[in-house]
């Protein structure tokens, strides 16, 4: 029922900064929580931040890796979740995933950020 389209991923140099953008199309609950998980070579998926919608608490959540320097947002208008992401590190590289969960959980295809050192 739910599409996601992911973009702005990119190569930046260390201290750089990168908008991601996540699209939601499809039959869009009022109460749903979506995010950026992200996953390195040969590491596992981890979560990066999360946002949900007011009805379902209106709560952020973030790795303690990117507290002070990534921002989430939505714009419920355009059903879409932004990753701001400032200060880059190199350990920051990573394929980036957005994660929708209603009633399930929807994955988009992932877009790679690369830092340079």
């Known amino acids: 029922q739910v599409q996601l389209a992911e973009s702005g991923g990119g190569l930046v140099h260390t201290g750089g900064s990168l908008r991601l953008s996540c699209a939601a199309s499809?039959?869009?609950?009022?109460?749903?929580?979506m995010g950026w998980y992200r996953q390195a070579p040969g590491k596992q998926r981890e979560l990066v931040a999360t946002?949900?919608?007011?009805?379902?608490?209106?709560?952020?959540n973030y790795a303690d890796s990117v507290k002070g320097r990534f921002t989430i947002s939505r714009d419920n208008a355009k059903n879409t979740v932004y990753l701001q992401m400032n200060s880059l590190k190199p350990e920051d590289t990573a394929v980036y995933y957005c994660?929708?969960?209603?009633?399930?959980?929807?994955w988009g295809q992932g877009t790679q950020v690369t830092v340079s050192s």
């Open positions: 994660h929708f969960y209603s009633l399930r959980d929807y």
């Open positions: 499809g039959i869009i609950s009022s109460r749903n929580v």
């Open positions: 946002i949900a919608t007011i009805l379902s608490g209106g709560t952020t």
